[in-house]
């Protein structure tokens, strides 16, 4: 936890994004490092957790974290926290809450309530289009015998 705050602070004093930081760890080693890079990099899913995940998966050269645990200095925003459980990590230890970053101008709360509502309410406008022609690839993939499950 102490690398993923000092990555915090270092990143965002040299100006290279918001005051985050994360590290996946293996057995007791630092295998994926990740601080908030979204104005510097011009990417807005370019927050810590993602970026550590990122690191760590080509580090390890995989797609799963089984196995590792996430540090990160703040608790994670729903897209980092979606990510955290999309590479499968074992456990989540984190430092400040969403209502201490709310404190300072980072609302996570605004997305949270947006994805707990039904898709007709989100402020952001979701159309389903060209349904079949989209499943029938689906169908394809689920007949596809040399698919890498994930």
């Known amino acids: 936890m102490r690398r993923a705050i000092e990555l915090s602070r270092q990143k965002m004093q040299a100006g290279e994004g918001g ?9 007791g080693t630092i295998v994926g490092e990740g601080w908030n890079c979204v104005t510097s990099r011009n990417d807005p899913t370019a927050h810590a957790e ?28 729903p897209m980092c926290l979606a990510a955290t459980y999309w590479a499968r990590v074992d ?5 400040n809450t969403i209502q201490d970053a709310a404190d300072i101008d980072f609302d996570d709360f605004y997305f949270y309530r947006q994805l707990s509502l039904p898709i007709g309410e989100r402020d952001l406008p979701m159309i389903r289009m060209l349904p079949d022609e989209a499943l029938e690839v689906f169908g394809e993939w689920a007949r596809k015998p040399d698919k890498t499950p994930y």
Not at 19 to 27: L, R
Not at 50 to 76: H, K, M, N, W
């Open 19 to 27: 005051p985050f930081g994360a590290v996946v760890v293996k057995d």
């Open 91 to 95: 456990r989540l230890y984190y430092g």
């Open 50 to 77: 993602v970026v550590a995940i990122r690191d760590a998966c080509a580090r390890l050269r995989t797609f799963t974290l089984q196995g590792c645990e996430l540090y990160t200095s703040c608790e994670p925003c």
